[in-house]
């Protein structure tokens, strides 16, 4: 399989789960969100459309806003732009995928702040399906959802890691259909709400910020990561001990290559907190895409997890992959013909 076909296999999860049944097809316009439906309520219960009912055209007639502004980028804006990229990339790869309907995804966390809505997880396509680890986020106003972001990649084989993601829950194809609804369960536990969403927050963006100060990694680790921590990036030694020693062995190279994190919005929910965010150097100006979850324990860090994307040269939509205006280097339009 080429590169453009590895790449276009990867754009699925909960946006990109949909099918062309005439048992999904609705008589008519479906029934809006409700109006009490908080943002969390209306990207759940969109989620529940998808997996458990299996009727993803309602799901995005209901929730998807006509004008939907689209940062991933393989996929268009608007309503339609999630189904012109699948049906595309079934023109591309027939037969190389189950019904998009028949996708099995685990949800990790999904976590709520203002209008503002993520859902981690990892998918499925079919059995023969490695997986892949997913954040989307979405923005959403009256009920609808008028901005989507996400970031992507495959599920880890090896690693120096052992802690698994998805807190080692549904890892194949077949673990993960005999999981259930994990909208209604979520495998890491949905937020505690009664921790509070501030202070939360603060000790997470403090423990960015000095850690990024030069020399005061050991510091931020020490001072703000619980001594139990548990580290569930695949790439990362476990513990405090592996996250310092990881950071130490490249410290020098990232300052030499003006490495530097840009942080693009923050979810804070109880004691969860996502940070979606660009990190650039000298030698990738364009960067990469990356959503660290923490979750807090007695006012510090015990647990992270991360899913990491590098930023493709091309965006359909013309839109940045995380803030701003298109990243340097990018054109509007899909992929090159190989």
């Known amino acids: ?38 943002p969390l309520e209306s990207v759940t219960n969109y989620a529940r459309l998808l997996m458990v009912e299996h009727k993803p055209h309602t799901a995005f007639a209901r929730y998807f806003a006509p004008n939907l502004i689209q940062h991933d980028p393989w996929i268009g804006d608007g309503s339609e732009g999630d189904h012109e990229f699948l049906e595309a990339r079934r023109e591309a790869e027939p037969g190389q995928h189950d019904a998009l309907d028949q996708y099995v995804t685990v949800i990790h966390t999904i976590l709520a702040d203002g209008d503002l809505v993520a859902i981690k997880s990892h998918v499925f396509t079919s059995p023969v399906d490695p997986g892949r680890e997913f954040v989307d986020m ?17 599920l880890p084989v090896g690693g120096v890691n052992p802690r698994p993601v998805g807190c080692g829950v549904g890892l194949t194809y077949a673990a993960a259909k005999a999981v259930g609804d994990t909208v209604a369960n979520p495998v890491c536990g949905a937020p505690d709400r009664s921790v509070d969403s501030a202070e939360s927050r603060r000790i997470v963006l403090a423990y960015m910020a000095l850690g990024q100060q030069p020399g005061k990694m050991e510091e931020a680790v020490n001072t703000y990561l619980a001594e139990d921590f548990v580290q569930h990036s695949p790439n990362i030694p476990p513990g405090r001990d592996g996250l310092i020693a990881y950071l130490a062995a490249r410290g020098a190279a990232r300052s030499a290559d003006n490495r530097r994190s840009h942080i693009a919005r923050v979810i804070a929910d109880g004691d969860m907190v996502m940070v979606h965010r660009r990190v650039t150097s000298d030698s990738d100006p364009r960067g990469i895409a990356y959503i660290d979850l923490f979750r807090l324990r007695g006012g510090r860090i015990a647990e992270h997890w991360d899913v990491v994307q590098p930023i493709p040269e091309f965006s359909v939509s013309g839109r940045s992959m995380v803030d701003g205006p298109l990243e340097p280097g990018r054109y509007k339009g899909g992929p090159k013909p190989e």
Do not use: N, Y
């Open 1 to 38: 399989m080429g590169p453009r076909k590895r790449a276009m296999a990867m754009m699925t999860g909960l946006l990109g789960a949909s099918c062309t049944g005439p048992a999904d097809t609705p008589p008519g316009p479906p029934p809006p969100p409700a109006a009490a439906e908080t």
């Open 138 to 154: 979405w923005q959403v106003k009256d009920g609808k959802f008028i901005e989507h972001w996400d970031v992507i990649q495959p």
